[in-house]
């Protein structure tokens, strides 16, 4: 296929760059600790300065790779299917959520919802960014809210957001690996006050784990 042709296609979601692919277990959230092939879409222009994937930011070091191969891959290792970057809503998720559907596999998306939400999703993590918020429904179908926290402003941050998500929304509070010594008491202490908030940790990173 030519440069164009393949563009066209990236345009339209019927193939994404694809960064990477793994079956690991889910370190965060609500479904931390439960087995689910990851897939890593690439593109991001968010660009949050504690990123622990910049080399997913720029999409074309990632190949064009067609959502039917990427679909028959993720089948064959599990029924849960987690969507993550990058940012995926950079792109069209219509598509791809459609093949896995076609296939009866669960659909979760990670996703900061700095772009309209396409496809059709299990379940929804909403981590939202504050230089690039979240736009418009997003904030309605978020099944949980994850905001990381790097310093204390991020909790002041935490609850403008909350008030902006449905009612059965499940709101976490995640300390930023890096300074995780640092604003793991700060969160321990706010969500004790604030038990409308749980912890979330980056288990998968205790675990040594992709
Ligand atoms: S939105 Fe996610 S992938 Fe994009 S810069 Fe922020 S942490 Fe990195």
Redesign the pocket.
Known sequence: MVKDEVLKEVDKGNMLPLMEEFYTIQGEGFHKGTAAYFIRVGG?D???H?????E??NAETHPPTAIEKITENAAKYSDTIVIT???PLTWNMQPLTDALKAKNLKIHIET?G?YPLTGTWDWICL?P?KNKLPEGRIYDEAHELKV?VFNKHDLIFAEQEAAKTNKDCILYLQPEWSVRDKVVPMIVDYVMKNPKWKVSLQTHKYLNIP
């Open positions: 991001c968010v660009g949050c504690w990123c622990d994937v910049k997913s930011w970057g990058g940012e900061s700095a981590s960014k990381i």
